[in-house]
């Protein structure tokens, strides 16, 4: 009559038969633990891959200009960039576009030597304005940041990366130091704060930061930029900031259509979503084959239960007899399936939940608590339950309770 | 109580024809009866019994239960009436396997309006004098035992009406009679009992005896003075 009364009459059944409800129970439990693993996996990467690119970046809120046309590869530096983009082109861009808020300039090359007495280290350089910092809202660790009068008069400060200092100084004091880039000495300012890991997973502490002018004079000795980075005011309209852009560089560069472009745009955020989607490529493809898993759990719940109607005919029959109606059987075997289902689900979980502890800890990403596949993986525990129990329910309600009592 | 019109019940049997289990029986049994009702097997007791019992519909012919014209009933009606209104006792008892004495009896409850009462269960036991082994599961009880826990479900509705088929039939002689003993005490406590068997003993039990041959009634006559001692 009543659905509890039927339902306490399921979950005995299933108490009585314990060893076919685990056995119908396992593939569920299996399908649901990986597909909780994998897809919360697949969110976890994705949340560290875009947390990599804005360690890199600093900010969503930018767009990267770099020289030269089509699509070029890598860290753009002095060395494989044409000499196109310039110190005024910066200048133009920052005062001329309203939709641009700060211009930093960039300037860099990779692997220069630094001494600090007999120890060395080969980091990045990278000649940038004193707008730097502010742009990524970032802050100094220790010390201060070169400013706007240091650069403009040429001054040979810098400021380290955390591992820099690390090679050159270990538990040495660095502030105040002096240090020679490429055989040019420097006073050491300032160091860094740690940013982690880039999206390829290498440190982004091995670096070193100097004046932008200082490095195109003193040590690079080149007039062209390797990056200009350009914050924009509105960040939900950055497609129309770098239209603005694109328009401005092609004026001063001189292009006329049907020529293209000499210089690059990217959008970071547009970029690091991509590649957290690229990503997810395995993981969909084993998010398949848990959701395989998942359905052979039905399958297997479906069979053994039909198996079970048929042994339960006379309990089936009495029941018909002392008054239950087709419908109250067909509740009773749903409510058996429903109930098998949902418990290897929540088991599922919670073997699903240690797993992806376990991966995480393995894989070195951040521990993450994310519910929302779990709830997903709960509903559709439920989903296969009701499904797979349809047909032994209808089964069971056909069973002619006459034949089942004398047999 | 039961008033049977004219029931005819025809079974088809495939390609061979049909069989007519039951021939145009009419039957009215008084509340308070203890009806037996006889035959060899294929006369269509059996077949009586469950049109009786509201679980198999007749072919022909109208059936009152209780005031009630169950012909036209659908199977959620006939599952309430069935509930309410009638108590079964089979041959082989039926209990649940792996299912308790105390759980057996409380099974017709899930099926009607109100709560699964455990007191009432209990008492249920209580009266077939096997209140001490509620917690026994089916299985460790002796056939007597079964049957009587089987009494005990048929009892706890309060059906008007007890349907038994040959419900000693598996038994030995002395759980046979201590059955019988139980039947007898609930017909003198009020209740209406029609009962199917082939046994002679066991048909001595009743007042009023009924016989089948081929699916037609060929004699029914009320016993005067109910033998409470039966033939077992």
Redesign the interface.
């Known amino acids: 009559m009543s659905a509890g009364k039927i339902s306490s009459q399921a979950m005995r059944s299933l108490g009585r038969y314990r060893l076919r409800a685990s056995l119908m129970m396992l593939g569920i439990v299996v399908g649901i633990a990986s597909l909780a693993v994998l897809s919360s996996l697949g969110e976890a990467t994705k949340r560290e891959t875009m947390q990599r690119f804005k360690n890199m970046i600093g900010t969503f809120d930018t767009i990267i200009v770099r020289p030269g046309g089509g699509r070029t590869r890598g860290m753009p530096t002095l060395v494989n960039v044409p000499p196109t983009l310039r110190f005024e082109d910066a200048k133009a861009i920052a005062s001329e576009l309203p939709e641009i808020k700060a211009v930093a300039e960039v300037q860099n090359a990779f692997d220069i030597d630094i001494k600090y007495r007999d120890r060395s280290s080969s980091p990045a350089v990278f000649g940038v304005s004193p707008n730097w910092l502010a742009l990524r809202s970032e802050d100094v660790a220790d010390g201060i940041f070169f400013s706007a009068e240091q650069n403009d008069s040429l001054t040979r400060v810098a400021v380290l990366g955390l591992d820099v200092r690390n090679q050159l100084f270990s538990s040495e004091d660095a502030l105040g130091k002096a240090i020679r880039i490429a055989d040019v000495p420097f006073q050491v300012i300032g160091l860094l704060k740690s940013r982690g890991a880039g999206p390829a997973g290498a440190s982004l502490d091995n670096v070193v930061l100097i004046p932008i002018n200082t490095a195109s004079r003193r040590l690079f000795n080149r007039d062209f930029l390797t990056m200009l980075i350009a914050q924009v005011r509105n960040p939900e309209r950055s497609d129309e900031a770098t239209a603005r852009v694109t328009a401005l560089l092609r004026e001063r560069h001189h292009i006329q259509p049907p020529a293209l472009d000499d210089f690059t745009i990217t959008n970071p955020a547009v970029t690091a979503a991509q590649v957290a989607r690229a990503g997810g490529t395995l993981t969909k493809i084993l998010t398949g084959v848990s959701v395989m898993a998942l359905l052979i759990g039905g399958i297997v719940i479906m069979s053994l239960m039909s198996v079970a109607v048929s042994e339960r005919r006379k309990e089936i029959g009495v029941r018909r007899a002392v008054g239950a109606a087709r419908s109250d059987v067909v509740q009773q075997f749903l409510l058996e399936a429903i109930f098998i289902a949902l418990a290897g689900g929540i088991a599922g979980v919670v073997i699903g939940w240690g797993g992806m502890q376990l991966v995480t800890r393995l894989q070195q990403l951040p521990p993450i608590l994310i519910w929302q596949p779990f709830a997903v993986a709960i509903g559709l525990s439920l989903a296969v339950g009701m499904t797979s129990g349809l047909y032994p329910a209808w089964k069971a309600s056909r069973v002619d309770p006459i034949q089942a009592l004398r047999s | 109580m039961i008033e049977a019109q004219r029931i005819s019940k025809t079974f088809v049997r495939g390609e061979s024809g049909s069989v007519e289990a039951l021939k145009n029986v009419s039957l009215r049994i008084a509340p308070g009866e203890f009806v037996v009702v006889r035959g060899a097997s294929g006369s269509g007791k059996?077949t009586l019994l469950?049109i009786l019992?509201c679980?198999?519909p007749p072919t022909r012919g109208s059936y009152r239960l209780d005031g009630e014209d169950v012909a036209r009933y659908d199977?959620?009606q006939?599952?309430?009436l069935?509930?309410?209104k009638i108590g079964?006792i089979?041959?082989?008892f039926?209990?649940?396997?792996?299912?308790t004495a105390l759980?057996n009896v409380e099974?017709?409850m899930?099926?009607?309006?109100g709560?699964?009462d455990r007191k009432k269960a209990l008492a249920a036991l209580e009266r077939v004098g096997l209140a001490a082994r509620a917690s026994h599961f089916a299985t460790e009880l002796s056939g007597g035992e079964q049957q009587r826990v089987a009494v005990a479900?048929a009892l706890i509705?309060s059906p008007a009406l007890i349907l038994a088929d040959e419900p000693t039939g598996n038994l030995d002689l002395n759980s046979g009679r201590e059955v019988m003993r139980l039947l007898c005490d609930l017909h003198t406590e009020g209740h209406t009992i029609l009962l199917v068997t082939h046994d002679d003993a066991v048909a001595a039990y009743g007042s009023r005896e009924i016989l089948l041959r081929d699916g037609l009634v060929v004699s029914d006559e009320v016993r005067a003075g109910t033998p409470a001692g039966g033939g077992l």
């Not at chain 2, 899930?110 to 309006?113: N, P």
């Open positions: 059996s469950d019992g679980l198999d199977d959620k006939l599952s309430r069935r509930n309410a079964f089979f041959q082989s039926n209990l649940l396997p792996r299912t759980e099974i017709p899930v099926y009607r309006q709560k699964v479900r509705n």
